[in-house]
């Protein structure tokens, strides 16, 4: 694909030298995706920020912000993951956004909402990509890198976090922060266990198209869940994490917060969104917030359990 000049682009994308990473077209997403009806409201594209979440909450509180808005980042120099984790990487080397959401539903379901980005991502990223995603619970997207999935076998060195979610409550509702490696090479890569769709073989690195089916995932997602009132069964939320968890069949260690541990076989996710452990002494334990260690590679997959997933 040839890059469009920069003067077709959005005009805060500024300069840009860098031709296998041209800048998001935002004239283009929102043409595509800000339309009556969707549940995409603004789109607005930013060459830089500390974080997509703080700035779009700091909208939220002032009243500013509608649900459907979306905030894109170039670049994020404060990105934050789980448990205040930093999430840093070269300009226009990912997606880096946070959506405006206030659901209609009890708010004891809004726990689901970043296992609902979670599909939404890991589903739109394997169809758009053409590679096998999985969910390591509760919201981190895996990858396998091409280079080992055809060397020493399918173990879980094998797996690679590509993306995360970050879900804090904002104003009368929630932001939701996505961030997804794209095109980061294997000397960008900021730890050992971190991956790229690029390392793992996608057919495509184009971000626009990307975003775009990121956003109609979740927007699908996000209208089933809330036309079941939330019910993550009725609206087939919480089969398709399950079928997507590469974290539930494995014996994992939960680190918890505040301390301790516990450790057991990851079992089931539950009507709460909760990873169920069966311990070793025959105990059903839900951990609802903590680190989880995967400790074994998950079982082969059986007939139709494909490592992506169904939408």
């Not at 000049?5 to 005009?11: A, G, I, T």
């Not at 300069?15 to 935002?26: A, H, I, Q, T």
């Not at 775009?212 to 996000?222: D, F, K, P, Q």
Request: net charge negative; hydrophobic share 40%; with cysteine.
């Amino acid at each position: 694909m040839t890059p469009q000049p920069p003067e077709n682009r959005d005009k805060d994308a500024g300069r840009w030298s860098d031709l296998g990473r041209p800048p998001l077209n935002g004239t283009a997403l929102r043409r595509a995706l800000v339309r009556p009806g969707s549940l995409w409201t603004s789109l607005d594209v930013v060459p830089a920020t500390g974080s997509t979440n703080t700035d779009l909450a700091e909208r939220a509180a002032r009243g500013e912000a509608a649900e459907g808005a979306v905030l894109v980042a170039e670049e994020q120099s404060a990105g934050r993951g789980r448990l205040d984790r930093a999430w840093s990487a070269p300009p226009r080397s990912g997606l880096f956004f946070s959506v405006y959401l206030t659901p209609r539903v009890p708010v004891e379901r809004w726990g689901w909402l970043p296992l609902l980005a979670g599909v939404a991502t890991a589903t739109a990223v394997s169809r758009a990509a053409g590679i096998d995603t999985a969910l390591k619970w509760p919201n981190d997207l895996l990858v396998t890198s091409a280079e080992e999935s055809g060397g020493s076998g399918t173990g879980e060195a094998a797996e690679r976090k590509a993306g995360g979610i970050l879900a804090e409550r904002a104003g009368e509702g929630v932001v939701v922060g996505i961030g997804l490696n794209v095109s980061l090479t294997a000397e960008e890569l900021p730890v050992p266990t971190a991956g790229s769709l690029a390392l793992a073989g996608a057919r495509t690195t184009d971000r626009d198209p990307l975003l775009r089916a990121v956003l109609r995932a979740l927007e699908h997602w996000y209208g089933e869940w809330q036309t079941a009132d939330g019910d993550p069964a009725a609206s087939r939320l919480q089969e398709a994490y399950a079928a997507g968890c590469a974290t539930l069949g494995r014996s994992v260690r939960a680190e918890l917060p505040g301390g301790g541990d516990l450790t057991g076989e990851a079992v089931a996710i539950d009507g709460d969104g909760r990873l169920v452990l069966a311990t070793a002494d025959g105990v059903q334990q839900p951990v609802g917030a903590g680190d989880i260690i995967h400790l074994r590679p998950a079982p082969p997959a059986g007939p139709g359990d494909g490592a992506g997933h169904e939408g």
